[in-house]
């Protein structure tokens, strides 16, 4: 028996007793990449797959700028006083140099001290959906551990629909005196939130004027759902108490319409999808060499779309083998 298999059971239960210590190494171990810890994360994971799933994730997206992160720090308040354990997952700008978290959303965040709160920043690195991938880990690790978990996606605008692929209940987040409403009301991503909060509602002429605007465009849904739209203010606490309301009564009708296991049933296909992308994506980039192999492919031929096509067809010769077995 290996160290590692006589730690296990001793990580697993000090991650059920919500140790941040605990919980910081395991997260620790999704992002290892070498692939012997990525083993170990995989047989971590499957430990918990098996376990329930108390918590209900809730997604805060919009913009960048308008406030996700104070909106944030509003709901952590709020839980731990109920005395739930809250995880919190923040999505950062990636370093142009590190490829590391910037780290902007997390200081923005107060956390109440010792209250059961564990907050983990990622970088956004090469993904344009709002989340990164070893953020979706992380919510599959801690949707086993806490009562609540809140992600703050990257902010990148209107193709930032990643976080319906995770998150029980998703709120969006805009802004009454910016041009963000009416991109968002004409973009896709319209069709991705559970809520919608109006923050910055200090001026409440111009909040009452966006929430009318959002209001309407949304008066031809019919949905099972009616979705809220939200005056809300994270400096004031105006109508905080409003959106939690709103989100448990989201979750609420996710249980009681027979919904949830639906929803995330869903989810953990998107999951599987993007991480079969992902290793495929990886192994045909080891195929040609990776960048230094491509680099030295295209100073032989001219960077043209045929030989892009000619790259493309050496990655096609690459045999993969499906075991069928997950």
Same mark, same amino acid.
């Given at each position: 028996?290996t160290?590692?298999?006589r730690?296990?059971?001793?990580?697993?239960?000090a991650?059920?007793?919500f140790?941040?210590q605990?919980?910081?190494?395991?997260?620790?171990?999704?992002?290892d990449?070498?692939?012997e810890?990525?083993?170990?994360a995989r047989?971590?994971?499957d430990?918990?797959?098996v376990?329930?799933?108390?918590?209900?994730?809730?997604?805060?997206?919009g913009?960048p700028?308008?406030?996700?992160?104070?909106?944030?720090?509003?709901?952590?308040?709020r839980?731990?006083?109920?005395g739930?354990?809250?995880?919190?997952?923040?999505?950062?700008?990636?370093?142009k140099v590190?490829?590391?978290?910037?780290l902007?959303?997390?200081?923005?965040?107060h956390? $109440?001290?010792?209250?059961p709160v564990?907050v983990?920043s990622f &970088?956004a690195r090469?993904?344009?959906g709002g989340?990164?991938?070893?953020?979706f880990?992380?919510?599959?690790l801690? #949707?086993?551990?806490?009562d609540?978990?809140?992600?703050e996606t990257?902010?990148?605008?209107?193709?930032?629909t990643?976080?319906?692929h995770?998150?029980?209940?998703v709120?969006?987040?805009?802004?009454?005196?910016?041009? *963000?409403?009416?991109?968002?009301?004409?973009?896709g991503?319209?069709?991705?939130p559970d809520?919608l909060a109006?923050n910055?509602?200090? *001026?409440t002429?111009?909040?009452?004027k966006a929430v009318?605007?959002?209001t &309407?465009a949304?008066?031809?849904?019919r #949905?099972?759902w009616?979705?809220?739209?939200?005056a809300v203010?994270?400096?004031?606490?105006l109508?905080i108490?409003a959106?939690?309301?709103a989100? &448990?009564?989201h979750?609420?009708?996710?249980?009681t319409a027979?919904?949830?296991?639906?929803?995330?049933?869903?989810?953990?296909?998107?999951?599987?999808?993007?991480?079969?992308?992902?290793?495929l994506g990886?192994v045909?980039?080891?195929?040609?060499g990776g960048s230094t192999?491509i680099h030295?492919?295209?100073? #032989?031929? $001219?960077?043209?779309?045929g030989?892009l096509r000619?790259?493309a067809?050496?990655?096609?010769?690459v045999?993969?083998?499906?075991?069928?077995?997950?």
């Amino acid at each position: 028996m290996t160290a590692t298999t006589r730690r296990r059971p001793l990580e697993i239960s000090a991650l059920l007793r919500f140790e941040r210590q605990a919980i910081a190494a395991a997260v620790n171990l999704l992002e290892d990449r070498r692939p012997e810890r990525q083993e170990q994360a995989r047989a971590l994971l499957d430990e918990l797959a098996v376990l329930p799933v108390p918590a209900h994730v809730v997604g805060i997206t919009g913009p960048p700028g308008v406030g996700k992160s104070s909106l944030i720090s509003r709901l952590i308040a709020r839980a731990a006083q109920a005395g739930k354990r809250v995880g919190v997952v923040a999505v950062d700008p990636s370093s142009k140099v590190s490829g590391g978290a910037l780290l902007g959303d997390r200081g923005r965040m107060h956390v $109440p001290p010792h209250a059961p709160v564990f907050v983990r920043s990622f &970088a956004a690195r090469d993904r344009l959906g709002g989340l990164s991938r070893e953020a979706f880990s992380a919510v599959f690790l801690l #949707r086993h551990l806490c009562d609540v978990i809140l992600i703050e996606t990257v902010g990148v605008g209107q193709s930032e629909t990643d976080i319906a692929h995770i998150a029980d209940t998703v709120v969006l987040v805009v802004q009454p005196f910016s041009g *963000d409403l009416l991109q968002f009301i004409k973009a896709g991503v319209m069709e991705v939130p559970d809520i919608l909060a109006v923050n910055k509602a200090d *001026d409440t002429t111009l909040a009452r004027k966006a929430v009318a605007e959002v209001t &309407a465009a949304l008066s031809l849904e019919r #949905r099972s759902w009616a979705r809220p739209v939200l005056a809300v203010s994270a400096t004031t606490d105006l109508h905080i108490d409003a959106l939690d309301a709103a989100i &448990a009564a989201h979750y609420h009708h996710l249980r009681t319409a027979h919904v949830l296991d639906t929803r995330r049933a869903e989810q953990m296909v998107e999951w599987v999808v993007s991480e079969v992308m992902y290793e495929l994506g990886r192994v045909g980039l080891a195929a040609l060499g990776g960048s230094t192999g491509i680099h030295t492919l295209l100073e #032989r031929q $001219p960077a043209t779309w045929g030989a892009l096509r000619r790259l493309a067809a050496l990655v096609q010769r690459v045999e993969y083998r499906v075991t069928g077995e997950l």
